[in-house]
């Protein structure tokens, strides 16, 4: 079993930065993969960004490339998202997830967050 607990959102202009952390309960985290989701109102839960439980793969959606990076402590058992050149388009609450493997769908994920809402001004 583990828990999921993300933190870091918040309020930010555009152009501004915020860092996403998740804090994972459990002694198998560095056995998962694992990601960032987000789900804005009214619009489906996407895909953000994933990396292997080793940290050697990175995945990424095409909106966040070159804006968002992901990385992990798995001593600290702890993945973060760090986005930066925020637009309010990235308004939504982030999810943290668990997977096993590569599969970012939906469907494939383990655990997920609570969500952390992260809001973008204009």
């Known amino acids: 079993q583990v828990q999921l607990v993300e933190s870091g959102g918040g309020l930010v202009q555009a152009g501004g930065s915020l860092r996403l952390s998740c804090a994972a309960s459990?002694?198998?985290?560095?056995?998962?993969?694992m990601g960032w989701f987000r789900q804005a109102p009214g619009k489906e839960r996407e895909f953000v960004a994933g990396?292997?439980?080793?940290?050697?793969?990175?995945y990424g959606a095409d909106f966040v490339k070159g804006r968002f990076t992901i990385s992990r402590d798995n001593a600290k058992n702890t993945v973060y998202l760090r986005m930066n050149s925020l637009k309010p388009e990235d308004t939504a609450v982030y999810y943290c997830?668990?997977?096993?493997?590569?599969?970012?769908?939906?469907?494939?994920?383990?655990?997920w967050g609570q969500g952390t809402q992260v809001t973008v001004s204009s």
């Open positions: 997830a668990a997977t096993y493997g590569s599969n970012w769908s939906l469907s494939s994920i383990t655990y």
């Open positions: 459990g002694r198998t985290f560095a056995s998962y993969a």
């Open positions: 990396i292997a439980w080793s940290g050697s793969s990175i």
